[in-house]
Structure formats: structure tokens, C-alpha cells
């Protein structure tokens, strides 16, 4: 294997400060365990945004450049203003919206463009210092389109992969984007472009056709005399970490203390970052609708909702949190008694055990988005159920649902089909969850996050570089 340059905006760490020392510890999201394996094989760098530095002090801004060279992170630190400009500006208030189908909420001028090409150039001189001859670059996602163009400008002969972790919109969606030629051809430097759906490659396809002209393959397009490949690459989760915690003594002490807790209840499931795109409101709007048309479920539904604080400096996301507030509020006021309330809804972080325990505990998971990439958590309950009980209800909004047909597949935007969904979901038999978590989790097992990893790879690393071909250098 060639040494791989992984470049992504955050890097799989979080630092935390103490009062005098500071730490840096690997993150457990999706990306971070994903890309460990290749990461500490092919012996190569990650590089990317650390997260804000900027209150600690030189000395431990020291010991944390110490522990990245330790694991082979090299950091690029975002200055304040460009992390209100190109990361929660271009990128937050502009491409994520976009590529999620919501146009009104991009603001109606875009001030932030040049500030997001300055932040990929930087991302990309970074990429160019420390790149050695026959090293593979894996660019991700939505904050660095421009950078896979940048790299092909300077390193000609360059093996460079790129992956979309969020969906590609449909051509008339992305056509309204004032930037959409330069973002396409910022994309088009790379050799091989990832999406983790079949969809989303045909999305992308239209749209190098109306916006560039190019009458692709779907899969293969010939651009500035180079052959770019495009493929759908479905995301998974690392089943074998969740497995052994989903049998975990500890953890299923904490279940049966949770089920105590519940005597008598059914425990409908959400656990989502505080986003927008995720559809906790029409979620909510679902379960109220229940309790309304059929009251015999009132006083015997726990609907426990996690949400994640995400993106907090985004107004967007502001607003948003007080929406989920009011309903929330509007349906304990509604539905509840002195000694329950239908909502528990719990917005902070969780751990991967309390998820776990979470997880196995539900009778019903919702993962309603109304848009997302792909949805890992939808994965993460298939895994954490080896008990192979637990209903998921999955929206058809998800890139997960591609792949996940034996769940209860639901139009999110629709709350009186969602609370059929979950009324058929809580009188399901047990031989029908069964049969249908057990195909659910051997999808889940058979396309995990190192499967993913792999298989980009393997495609990147087999395709013939430009300096290969001997066509140019
Ligand atoms: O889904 C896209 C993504 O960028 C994930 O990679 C990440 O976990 C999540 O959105 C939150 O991103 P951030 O906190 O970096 O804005």
C-alpha cells in the first residue's frame, strides 16, 4: 500500500485542555475509526483542522503540535474569522443547505466564496508540502470541493481520491448555486469521486451535463484529457466495536434498569446531531399525532429524544433548537400527567456505551431525516441489536434506506404516514422484527466502515495515474 495523505476539514481528534496541560484524544465518529486502519498501515499523514486552539497557551499549543506528530496528524489552525466564514459561512450556511434541498435557507448573498477558495488553497498548499512521489490523496467532503483542482494544478501526476459524506442534489438544485461550475471542476481534479449512493452519482452526473457540457458514462468522464471515475460507496459503522458493547454485562444491567424504569411503556427511539435536516419536529409532530388519534397508547409511549448540540454559532441551528423546544413542550403539556410525560428529550452529548444502552433498550428506533447522506445511526441500532429484536423505521430521505429495505420505510414529510409507521412498528409480531432486523444486520455486518475504507481505496489505488500512463507529469 502507498503511503496516504488523508485530508479532511477536522482531523479525528478532540483536544482537550486541563488547567495547565492540554490533551489530544482520537475521536470515535464514523470518519476517525473508518480511515485508523489505512491510516496507521500505509504509514502515511491526516491533515486538518484541529478545532479552535486559540484560548490555550504557547505552551500547550506545544504539547498538542507534540501529540499530533505523534499520531501523524498535521494540524492547519482556521483563524476565528475564517472559522465564522469559511467553515460555519460557505460551507455550513451555503453548500451544507444546498446539497440538504433547502434553498431558503442560504442566505441571499453570498459573502463567503473567496474566503472558502482561500481555505481550500491553504488546505492544498498544506497537501503539496508534505506530499512525497507515489503517495495516494483521499480529499473529503463538502468543505474542501475546490481542493481535489488545486492538488491536479500542482501535482499533475497525483493519485487523488475524493468522497461527498452528505448527499449530491439533483442538477435543478444545484444549478441555482452561483458557484456550481467552479465547485464541479474543483471536484473533477480528482481520479476517483465517491458518493454513497447510486443516486447521488446520477445527481452528479446531470449536473456535469447542463452545467459543463460533459455527456458522462455515469461512472466515467474524460475531463481536461485525464479519465475521472465516479462511484457509489455506502458508508458503514464499525460493527465489531459495537458488538462486544452490546453484550456488555454492565451496559444490559443499565437496560434492564431503564426498562424498570418503564414498566408498562413501549420506548420509541431518536438520536440525532441538533440539525435541521434531521426531522425532529415532523418526528415529534408523528408521535403527537398518535397519542391524538389513538388515546389507548396515551401514558404507555416513552419517546426518548437525544439531540447532539451541533453547529451552535449557526443562527440556523439556534432557531431550530427552539422550535424542537416549543413542540416538545407543547406535547408534555398536552400529553402528560404529574408522574410522566410522553417526550423525554435530552439535548447533550452521550458516550458510546450510554448510546449502546440506548439503543438496545428501544422498541422502536426513529430515524425520520428529511434529508441526510446517509444516516449512521440507523446502522448503529442493526448493530447494537444482537438480541436481533427492535424495529427501525427509516426515512426514504436517508442514503441508508438504499441499502436498508428491510426497515419500515416512511416519507418523512409526511406525519400522518410516520405515525402509521410507528403504530405498525409497536404492534409488529416477533417473528416479522425478527426476520427483518436479521437481514437488516447482515447488511450492516457485510458493509462496514472498514469494508467502505477498503473498497475506495483498493478502486483509487488500482486506477492508473496520469504520470503512469505517461501522459503527462
Ligand atoms: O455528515 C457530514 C459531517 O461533516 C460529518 O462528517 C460530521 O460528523 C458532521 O457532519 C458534523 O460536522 P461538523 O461538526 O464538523 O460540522
Known amino acids: 500500500m502507498s503511503r496516504l495523505l488523508l485530508v479532511s476539514n477536522r482531523l479525528p481528534v478532540t483536544v482537550k485542555a486541563e488547567k495547565d496541560s492540554v490533551s489530544v484524544v482520537r475521536s470515535s465518529g464514523g470518519l476517525a475509526t473508518g480511515l485508523s486502519r489505512p491510516h496507521e498501515r500505509s504509514g502515511g499523514l491526516w491533515l486538518g483542522w484541529p478545532g479552535d486552539v486559540s484560548r490555550l497557551t504557547d505552551a500547550q499549543r506545544a504539547q498538542v503540535e507534540s ?41 441571499r448573498q ?35 470541493m475546490l481542493v481535489p483542482g488545486l492538488l491536479r494544478q500542482r501535482l499533475p501526476g497525483a493519485r487523488i481520491g475524493y468522497f461527498h ?40 452526473s446531470g449536473s456535469l451535463l447542463r452545467q459543463l457540457g460533459l455527456d458522462t458514462d455515469i461512472d466515467r468522464i474524460i475531463w481536461d484529457g485525464r479519465e475521472v471515475r465516479v462511484g457509489a460507496f455506502p458508508m458503514g459503522i464499525d460493527v465489531s466495536a459495537f458488538e462486544p458493547l452490546a453484550r456488555d454485562s454492565g451496559i444490559l444491567e443499565e437496560v434492564a434498569t431503564l426498562r424498570r424504569k418503564a414498566e408498562g411503556q ?12 434531521k426531522g425532529i419536529p415532523r418526528r415529534l409532530l408523528a408521535v403527537q ?17 437525544v439531540a447532539v448540540p451541533s453547529r ?19 406535547i408534555n403539556g398536552t400529553y402528560g400527567s404529574v ?22 433498550a428501544a422498541d422502536v428506533m426513529l430515524v425520520t431525516p428529511v434529508r441526510d447522506g446517509m444516516n449512521l445511526v440507523a446502522k448503529e441500532f442493526c448493530a ?57 444486520r447482515e447488511g450492516v455486518k457485510a458493509r462496514d466502515v472498514h469494508w467502505w475504507a477498503a473498497s475506495f481505496i483498493d478502486r483509487l489505488q488500482g486506477l492508473k495515474t496520469m504520470a503512469e500512463k505517461g501522459l503527462k507529469s
Open 110 to 144: 453570498d459573502r463567503d466564496w473567496e474566503i472558502y477558495r482561500k481555505v481550500n488553497e491553504r488546505f492544498a498548499d498544506l497537501v503539496v508540502r508534505h506530499y512525497q512521489p507515489g503517495d495516494t490523496i483521499w480529499v473529503h467532503d463538502y468543505q474542501l
Open 339 to 360: 408522574t410522566n410525560v410522553p417526550v423525554h428529550y435530552l439535548y447533550r452529548s452521550f458516550n458510546e456505551r450510554q448510546l449502546v444502552g440506548l439503543y438496545r
Open 266 to 277: 413501549r420506548l420509541l427511539l431518536g438520536i440525532d446531531r441538533l440539525d435541521y435536516t
Open 67 to 107: 501529540q499530533l506528530t505523534g499520531l501523524r496528524c498535521v494540524p492547519l489552525y482556521l483563524s476565528a474569522s475564517e472559522v465564522s466564514r469559511f467553515y460555519e459561512g460557505y460551507s455550513n450556511r451555503v453548500l451544507w443547505p444546498l446539497c440538504h434541498y433547502m434553498l431558503d435557507r442560504i442566505p
Open 384 to 440: 447494537a441489536r444482537p438480541d436481533e429484536d427492535g424495529v427501525l423505521v427509516l426515512s426514504e430521505f436517508a442514503g441508508a434506506a438504499a441499502e436498508m429495505d428491510s426497515a419500515l420505510i416512511v416519507n418523512a414529510y409526511d406525519v400522518e404516514a410516520m405515525a402509521d409507521a410507528i403504530e405498525t412498528a409497536l404492534e409488529m409480531p416477533e417473528d416479522e422484527r425478527r426476520s427483518r432486523m436479521r437481514a437488516l
Open 165 to 204: 459524506h452528505i448527499p449530491f442534489p439533483s442538477a435543478e438544485i444545484f444549478s441555482t448555486l452561483p458557484r456550481r461550475q467552479e465547485l464541479l471542476k474543483g471536484l473533477l481534479g480528482a481520479d476517483l469521486i465517491g458518493f454513497h449512493t447510486v443516486s447521488y452519482v446520477r445527481h452528479f
Open 289 to 305: 399525532r398518535l397519542l391524538e388519534r389513538e388515546p389507548a397508547w396515551r401514558g404507555r409511549l416513552r419517546f426518548i429524544q
Open 312 to 330: 451552535t454559532q449557526v443562527d440556523a441551528y439556534a432557531a431550530y433548537r427552539e422550535k424542537v423546544d416549543e413542540l416538545v413542550g407543547r
